[in-house]
């Protein structure tokens, strides 16, 4: 079984929608992590949370907001979606320094 | 200031033969973490590899060694006999344990290609 889980894995949208990726993950990890990923680049950190009460802001966190609504599971939402988010979005768990396990990724296409 | 750079936007290397994919980094941390990922033509990111700033040895996993050289500040991946399924995009990664607040920085990332 995959440790971490995204849904949806494909989605496309119009702009101004409000949209959310959920993520889930099974090991208890305490760190949990959304990216984004361009096309040709490397990931970019939106936010991070180290657990249920802590948000932080990554690289690029305007026009994104997360929710730690449990342990396991570290939700993204775009609250008026552009097409400049069109992107591929990726959520990471890890416990320690040297763990980053990632999901599966989401295509977010905004027309 | 980027602080993680790979300079090789493509590489290409013949089945059954190593290469090198190249990674500096920039940090004042003395406590760090870098990490190699793998994502092939599916999106997926997969980890390889991981070395510590305090490690002695350098990391090896199955085909994969990490050429860590602290005082230049690079971390190459070393990929021996490749494989066709190495044909991927490589990117290399840091984690700064102290000022960082383990966050991870990617670099742009490399692509490898394996020809028969």
């Known amino acids: 079984d995959a440790d971490v889980t995204q849904t949806p894995r494909n989605r496309i949208t119009k702009t101004g929608k409000r949209i959310m990726l959920e993520c889930s993950q099974t090991?208890?990890?305490?760190?949990m992590y959304w990216y984004r990923q361009d096309p040709g680049l490397g990931l970019q950190l939106i936010y991070y949370?180290?657990?249920?009460?802590?948000?932080n802001k990554g690289e690029i966190s305007d026009g994104y907001s997360v929710s730690r609504q449990a342990q396991a599971k570290f939700s993204l939402s775009l609250e008026s979606a552009i097409p400049n988010q069109t992107a591929l979005y990726f959520c990471?768990?890890?416990?320690?320094?040297?763990?980053?396990?990632f999901g599966p990724g989401t295509r977010l296409t905004v027309l | 200031a980027q602080k993680i750079t790979q300079t090789q936007p493509g590489m290409f290397v013949q089945e059954k033969e190593a290469v090198t994919l190249d990674c500096t980094y920039d940090?004042?941390?003395?406590?760090?973490?870098l990490f190699w990922y793998k994502q092939p033509s599916s999106g997926e990111m997969i980890f390889l590899i991981y070395?510590?700033?305090?490690?002695?040895q350098n990391a090896t996993e199955g085909r994969y060694s990490l050429n860590f050289q602290k005082a230049r500040k690079s971390a190459n991946l070393v990929i021996s006999a490749s494989q066709l399924g190495d044909s991927a995009m490589y990117f290399c990664?840091?984690?700064?344990?102290?000022?960082?607040?383990?966050?991870?920085?990617f670099g742009a990332g490399t692509r490898l290609f394996v020809k028969a």
């Open positions: 990471a768990a890890g416990q320690g320094g040297n763990e980053q396990f």
């Open positions: 090991k208890g990890h305490d760190r």
């Open positions: 949370s180290f657990d249920v009460k802590d948000i």
């Open positions: 940090t004042s941390d003395p406590s760090y973490g």
């Open positions: 070395q510590g700033s305090y490690d002695q």
């Open positions: 990664a840091m984690r700064e344990l102290n000022t960082g607040g383990f966050k991870t920085i």
